[in-house]
């Protein structure tokens, strides 16, 4: 996947301590490589990690397949009209308003909406309340966690025996849901409004999972659970899934946008990170913190280092690197101020190679950071980083 570069100039804010007096601050993603999996709004999620300075590598992880000629949404509709719901639960801003929409189409809109004014209208989270109140209803409650589980054991603890629940499906069927509801006596109405299927084009989104199983990629935001678990399930149909969980074990980070579309990677024991509220601004800004703090800074021959995905922050400024070359700075960083030797160096370029091939890309990795004293030669032994006097270097030297 060959990423976008940034449109947005590289200065912003900068964590305490990578710039030196004076000098201009660094914008906090500018160095790293974000992926962007989501179908809806990825223009705008792209735009607003760009203006953080990311590098963007865009491909849909899902298409949604909309249902507004589907039998079962019309039949649905229709007996929801005229037998109204005791209690409607919207799961998805998306698919409560296309529901209403399809309605539309079919003439039926205002006679179900009409019906559902005299039901209990329950809502996922905020998108599917703000989809109920732009239908002219009012939702009688809707659980902080955005959590379909919350919602359940609610309307449980109320009590369902005899009542008739209505539940707008997001995408994927809620079986152990809607399960649930009718073991406690409720006659349950499948409202199925859409659903996820593989993008038309998997091109996009396969050459994503390459890079990311490679390393290439810094950070992968999710905005959807179906997104996440699309990915997984690609990446095991391409035979990548192991490479591709070991790098979002370790290397890259797996950004989700709040805790329900994080259940997928868990379910794999990938660790995920997301922000207090479930907004892709807020996830952006959780992004842009959490990111940087994962490359610690380093005192080196004067300066301060801090190594990006394919950058290395000098006194806050910009470094450029080839990937190459940036296999060579993770190697000697691994153990800032030890030394590594030409073995090790040459296994971190890859390929066939020998001792000049080393000392060549320790020249040119010396230019790309402006200072040759950043790298130390040591003599007949190898190379380290000349770390100042007063950081401590692993196991010592």
Same mark, same amino acid.
């Given at each position: *996947? !060959?990423?976008?570069?940034?449109?947005?100039?590289?200065?912003?804010?900068?964590?305490?301590?990578?710039?030196?007096?004076?000098?201009?601050?660094?914008?906090?993603?500018?160095?790293?490589?974000v992926?962007? !999996?989501?179908?809806?709004?990825?223009?705008?999620l792209? $735009?607003?990690?760009?203006?953080?300075?990311a590098?963007?590598? +865009?491909?849909?992880?899902?298409?949604?397949?909309?249902?507004?000629?589907?039998?079962? %949404?019309?039949?649905?509709?229709?007996?929801?009209t005229?037998?109204?719901?005791?209690?409607?639960?919207?799961?998805t801003?998306?698919?409560?308003? #296309?529901?209403?929409?399809?309605?539309?189409?079919?003439?039926?809109a /205002?006679?179900?909406?009409?019906?559902? #004014?005299?039901?209990?209208?329950?809502?996922?989270?905020?998108?599917?309340? #703000?989809a109920?109140?732009?239908?002219?209803?009012?939702?009688?409650?809707?659980?902080?966690?955005?959590?379909?589980?919350?919602?359940?054991?609610?309307?449980?603890?109320?009590?369902?025996d005899?009542?008739?629940?209505?539940?707008?499906?997001?995408?994927?069927?809620?079986?152990?849901?809607?399960?649930?509801?009718?073991?406690?006596?409720?006659?349950?109405?499948?409202?199925?409004?859409?659903?996820?299927?593989?993008?038309?084009?998997?091109?996009?989104?396969?050459?994503?999972?390459?890079?990311?199983?490679? #390393?290439?990629?810094?950070?992968?935001?999710?905005?959807?659970?179906?997104?996440?678990? +699309?990915?997984?399930?690609?990446?095991?149909?391409?035979?990548?899934?192991?490479?591709?969980?070991?790098?979002?074990?370790?290397?890259?980070?797996?950004?989700?946008?709040?805790?329900?579309?994080?259940?997928? %990677? *868990?379910? /794999?024991?990938?660790?995920?990170?997301?922000?207090?509220? $479930?907004?892709?601004?807020?996830m952006?800004?959780?992004?842009?913190?959490?990111?940087?703090?994962?490359?610690?800074?380093?005192?080196?021959?004067?300066?301060?280092?801090r190594?990006?995905?394919?950058a290395?922050?000098?006194?806050?400024?910009?470094?450029?690197?080839?990937p190459?070359?940036?296999r060579? *700075?993770?190697?000697?960083?691994?153990?800032p101020?030890?030394?590594?030797?030409?073995a090790?160096?040459? &296994?971190?370029?890859?390929?066939?190679?020998?001792?000049? &091939?080393? /000392?060549? $890309?320790?020249?040119?990795?010396?230019?790309?950071?402006?200072?040759?004293?950043?790298?130390?030669?040591?003599?007949?032994?190898?190379?380290?980083?000349?770390?100042?006097?007063?950081?401590c270097?692993?196991?010592?030297?």
């Amino acid at each position: *996947m !060959t990423p976008t570069p940034p449109t947005a100039p590289a200065a912003r804010t900068a964590p305490d301590g990578d710039r030196a007096p004076g000098a201009a601050t660094v914008a906090p993603l500018a160095g790293f490589t974000v992926a962007v !999996t989501a179908s809806r709004r990825a223009e705008e999620l792209a $735009a607003l990690l760009r203006r953080k300075g990311a590098e963007v590598a +865009s491909a849909p992880a899902l298409r949604i397949v909309p249902l507004s000629d589907d039998q079962r %949404l019309a039949g649905a509709s229709r007996e929801l009209t005229r037998r109204p719901a005791d209690v409607v639960v919207a799961t998805t801003g998306i698919g409560f308003r #296309g529901w209403v929409e399809a309605c539309d189409t079919w003439g039926c809109a /205002e006679d179900l909406v009409r019906a559902m #004014g005299s039901s209990r209208v329950l809502a996922r989270g905020p998108k599917a309340k #703000g989809a109920i109140r732009a239908a002219g209803l009012k939702e009688e409650w809707s659980p902080p966690s955005e959590s379909s589980a919350e919602v359940l054991d609610y309307l449980l603890e109320s009590g369902v025996d005899g009542l008739r629940v209505a539940v707008q499906l997001h995408g994927d069927p809620l079986p152990d849901f809607c399960a649930a509801l009718r073991m406690a006596g409720a006659e349950v109405v499948e409202v199925p409004v859409y659903r996820w299927t593989e993008p038309e084009d998997t091109a996009p989104l396969d050459r994503l999972i390459e890079d990311v199983a490679a #390393g290439g990629v810094d950070a992968v935001t999710f905005t959807s659970a179906p997104a996440a678990s +699309s990915m997984l399930a690609r990446a095991r149909l391409l035979g990548a899934d192991r490479a591709l969980v070991e790098q979002l074990c370790g290397h890259t980070l797996a950004m989700c946008v709040g805790p329900v579309t994080a259940r997928p %990677l *868990m379910v /794999e024991d990938i660790p995920t990170v997301w922000p207090e509220r $479930a907004r892709m601004g807020a996830m952006v800004k959780r992004l842009a913190e959490e990111l940087p703090e994962r490359f610690p800074a380093l005192a080196v021959a004067g300066h301060r280092l801090r190594l990006r995905g394919h950058a290395v922050l000098v006194d806050g400024a910009v470094c450029p690197v080839s990937p190459a070359l940036m296999r060579v *700075m993770r190697e000697l960083a691994r153990r800032p101020g030890q030394v590594r030797d030409r073995a090790d160096l040459l &296994a971190s370029l890859g390929g066939d190679g020998d001792a000049h &091939a080393v /000392e060549t $890309a320790v020249a040119r990795l010396r230019s790309a950071l402006g200072d040759s004293r950043i790298i130390q030669t040591v003599v007949k032994r190898g190379y380290r980083l000349a770390l100042d006097s007063g950081e401590c270097a692993p196991g010592g030297d």
